[in-house]
């Protein structure tokens, strides 16, 4: 082993994801098994700059494997992109004898990961915790899993209501400018259309796709439409158009909102974030920087920040043929 720190840090920054929780555990204990001393830095990036660090242990993160959120919380940290706040957090960090950083988040977090690892030359290493999983250099990103089993739970549960009442329901999913989310979890909750940033559907063939539905006997429909959808229009106008192209359909709306982003993670997040956590320190001991953790065909791998910050996570194009040809 080369370069074998005495003293890490780990922060959770950007919008929280569940599994990090579970990447805290596993970065803490991993660095307590291989001899290094564990610092949690509380509410991301702004800890870092207000010195705001807690000496972990493995007993620490007792009982927070199963938790969703960040124990540690979470922030989006405008002073830390400033010239003076990186200056303010790399003094603190040198002060406290830290020799690298782990950082949980996403692509926003990792930027600044970036530019302070340039400007420092230290070490930073990242862990990809969101819910969108829209990093490069990943198949899967932490909290990603356990979301799309959350808004299909919420789903099922809006079909209910809509199978009752003969309605036509859109409902809006998180996932930022992409269509992972909306995707996955429209095709797992059997919704009739999906709208992603990543294929521009149009409005007039989702009339005509809904007016073949009603044709074909169903007296209720769902259609899942991503945050990001570049249709032009928001949630609320695409149904109104509907409404008024097609009345016979009584229309409502759902946004599942930031629900999507809570609850325990699933077992995959959970043993995402083990492997990710574990990885992570002994990417560092190998004498690692400037990267990424992922998981890629079920290895672990690293891929440099850069080039996860700037790559594009494709969508699976196979899953579109698939909904379209089980929405009939
Ligand atoms: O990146 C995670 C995410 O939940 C996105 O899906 C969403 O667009 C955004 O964060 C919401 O951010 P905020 O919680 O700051 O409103």
Redesign the pocket.
Known sequence: MKNQPKKIAVLTS??DAPGMNAALRAVVRASVFYGIECFAIHQGYQGLIDNEFELMNARSVNNIINKGGTIIKSA?CLEFRTPEGRKKAYNNIKNGGIEALVVIG?DGSFTGAMIFQNEFNFPVIGIPG???NDIYGTRYTLGYDTAINTVVEAIDKIRDTASSHNRLFFVEV???DAGHIALNSGIGAGAEEILIPEENLGLERLLESLKKSEKSGKSSSIVVIA?GDKTGKNVFEIASYVEKNLPYYEVRVSVLG?MQ?GGAPSCFDRVLASRMGVFAIESIIEGKSNSMVGVIDDKMVLTPLKKAIKGKSKINTNLIKVSDILSI
Request: aromatic residues 0%; charged residues 40%; hydrophobic residues 15%.
């Open positions: 950007g919008g989006r996403g969101t819910i969108d998180m996932g930022r945050e930031h982003r």
